[in-house]
């Protein structure tokens, strides 16, 4: 199709604006014609509310898809992977396979975990099954490590949970929800301290499901050193990786960010610990990433039903999970990962990171159209590669579900599709 792109944004990032620039697209209004609209997580919910029943055109893609909390969303997320591995032993897959103590062999990515308030009764049961561990708290909602604690007695438990006047437990309409999760005490440690890592995914649609692996990510470090004693509980500086948190403190160095790049991460560990053990690791990120888009992946197409046109319009969005364990069990996924730039480095790498996703999502800088074959060429993916395509595994009779033995994962060693699929970003 002839003509420039129009592009409309409500986030004022440099990254963003320099690269639709770069490309000679033409800036409008939300209530002009558009082709593109990088929206904020805000502006996709208001805009594909149940209210205003917005459609997408043909030639309109926006960057994320609108059930996307599904999976963004902490207490969604688990929810979703459990129905997952319910639906799973339902259907008698080989991933659903348990060990004697009925623990997953290969589906345990999520440490112990309920909502509060909802499940406070269920926790108390499993917190008193071992009254000496940690765990932490995490609201829904929020993001940048704002309100998240450590506790472990029940009594602190308590205080957050009832009122105070008539000593009952605050209903969920009235109280922010939580997810509570066993601590992982024993995280990978470099120089002492915690770290997490920040990868980039982009899905480009989840029926078929196919997403990509950006190279480029990169590992977030605590300022102070890492201690499990119970009396550095409330000091972040020594537990959580956020960015924001950690550049308050006296030992964050304002030149590298407290950051290393994913690649020097895996020379470190192929240092330390051998090219087998991380190249295991990776794979085993890689495999928990694909299975937990899969676990959203009728939540999060639920929208095109609903008449949103995801299949025609949205080429689905750039998440970021990080993994905070030497074998990752625990992660979450972040709906908008920081498009701002904390140093020099941050700032390419984004810049970049943006770049390479517009080439996927608008070949060619072409004006959209639905038409469009969603699988690109090898040429055009940049720093990205193919994590997971749905076509080409079940082309093979390759579905993941499906394999026995060995091929069910890297726990089982790599399978052919394991191997062909290269995965995204979490925290």
């Given at each position: 199709?002839?003509?420039?792109?129009?592009?409309?944004?409500?986030?004022?990032?440099?990254?963003?604006?320099?690269?639709?620039?770069?490309?000679?697209?033409?800036?409008?209004?939300?209530?002009?014609?558009?082709?593109?609209?990088?929206?904020?997580?805000?502006?996709?919910?208001?805009?594909?509310?149940?209210?205003?029943?917005?459609?997408?055109?043909?030639?309109?893609?926006?960057?994320?898809?609108?059930?996307?909390?599904?999976?963004?969303?902490?207490?969604?997320?688990?929810?979703?992977?459990?129905?997952?591995?319910?639906?799973?032993?339902?259907?008698?897959?080989?991933?659903?396979?348990?060990?004697?103590?009925?623990?997953?062999?290969?589906?345990?990515?999520v440490p112990v975990t309920y909502m509060l308030p909802a499940d406070y009764n269920l926790f108390v049961e499993e917190f008193r099954k071992s009254p000496s561990s940690t765990w932490i708290m995490k609201p829904c909602g929020k993001a940048q490590g704002k309100g998240i604690f450590l506790i472990n007695?029940?009594?602190?438990?308590?205080?957050?949970?009832?009122?105070?006047?008539?000593?009952?437990?605050?209903?969920?309409?009235?109280?922010?929800?939580?997810?509570?999760?066993?601590?992982?005490?024993?995280?990978?440690?470099?120089?002492?301290?915690?770290?997490?890592?920040?990868?980039?995914?982009?899905?480009?649609?989840?029926?078929?499901?196919?997403?990509?692996?950006?190279?480029?990510?990169?590992?977030?470090?605590?300022?102070?050193?890492?201690?499990?004693?119970?009396?550095?509980?409330?000091?972040?500086?020594?537990?959580?990786?956020?960015?924001?948190?950690?550049?308050?403190?006296?030992?964050?160095?304002?030149?590298?960010?407290?950051?290393?790049?994913?690649?020097?991460?895996?020379?470190?560990?192929?240092?330390?610990?051998?090219?087998?053990?991380?190249?295991?690791?990776?794979?085993?990120?890689?495999?928990?990433?694909?299975?937990?888009?899969?676990?959203?992946?009728?939540?999060?197409?639920?929208?095109?039903?609903?008449?949103?046109?995801?299949?025609?319009?949205?080429?689905?969005?750039?998440?970021?999970?990080?993994?905070?364990?030497?074998?990752?069990?625990?992660?979450?996924?972040?709906?908008?990962?920081?498009?701002?730039?904390?140093?020099?480095?941050?700032?390419?790498?984004?810049?970049?990171?943006?770049?390479?996703?517009?080439?996927?999502?608008?070949?060619?800088?072409?004006?959209?159209?639905?038409?469009?074959?969603?699988?690109?060429?090898?040429?055009?993916?940049?720093?990205?590669?193919?994590?997971?395509?749905?076509?080409?595994?079940?082309?093979?009779?390759?579905?993941?579900?499906?394999?026995?033995?060995?091929?069910?994962?890297?726990?089982?060693?790599?399978?052919?599709?394991?191997?062909?699929?290269?995965?995204?970003?979490?925290?």
């Amino acid at each position: 199709m002839a003509g420039k792109v129009k592009w409309v944004t409500d986030i004022e990032k440099s990254v963003l604006i320099n690269n639709f620039e770069k490309r000679g697209w033409i800036q409008v209004t939300e209530n002009e014609d558009w082709n593109f609209y990088w929206m904020s997580v805000q502006t996709i919910r208001n805009v594909f509310s149940v209210e205003t029943g917005y459609r997408l055109s043909d030639d309109q893609i926006v960057n994320h898809f609108p059930n996307h909390y599904e999976l963004t969303r902490k207490d969604l997320m688990v929810k979703n992977i459990k129905r997952y591995r319910k639906e799973l032993e339902k259907e008698g897959s080989p991933l659903a396979e348990k060990d004697e103590n009925g623990k997953y062999l290969y589906l345990d990515f999520v440490p112990v975990t309920y909502m509060l308030p909802a499940d406070y009764n269920l926790f108390v049961e499993e917190f008193r099954k071992s009254p000496s561990s940690t765990w932490i708290m995490k609201p829904c909602g929020k993001a940048q490590g704002k309100g998240i604690f450590l506790i472990n007695k029940l009594s602190q438990i308590k205080k957050w949970s009832r009122d105070s006047k008539t000593s009952s437990f605050v209903t969920q309409s009235t109280k922010e929800a939580y997810v509570i999760s066993l601590y992982i005490n024993n995280p990978l440690l470099i120089g002492g301290r915690k770290f997490d890592l920040r990868l980039y995914v982009l899905v480009s649609t989840y029926r078929p499901l196919r997403c990509y692996m950006y190279k480029l990510g990169f590992c977030r470090f605590c300022t102070v050193k890492y201690t499990p004693s119970t009396s550095e509980l409330d000091n972040m500086f020594v537990h959580l990786t956020n960015v924001a948190i950690q550049k308050h403190g006296e030992d964050y160095n304002h030149i590298h960010g407290g950051k290393w790049t994913v690649s020097n991460l895996r020379l470190y560990l192929e240092s330390t610990r051998g090219k087998e053990v991380t190249g295991k690791l990776f794979d085993e990120i890689h495999w928990i990433i694909v299975q937990s888009l899969k676990a959203v992946a009728v939540s999060a197409w639920r929208g095109a039903e609903l008449g949103w046109g995801l299949g025609r319009g949205s080429f689905g969005e750039v998440v970021g999970p990080a993994s905070s364990w030497v074998l990752p069990r625990a992660c979450q996924v972040n709906a908008s990962p920081s498009l701002t730039s904390s140093t020099a480095n941050d700032r390419i790498l984004k810049y970049n990171l943006i770049n390479d996703t517009l080439n996927i999502a608008v070949p060619n800088g072409e004006i959209p159209d639905c038409k469009w074959n969603k699988s690109p060429p090898k040429e055009v993916l940049g720093n990205y590669e193919i994590l997971y395509d749905e076509e080409l595994a079940q082309g093979d009779g390759a579905d993941l579900r499906s394999r026995q033995g060995q091929s069910l994962g890297p726990k089982g060693g790599r399978s052919r599709d394991s191997g062909r699929t290269v995965l995204t970003t979490w925290k």
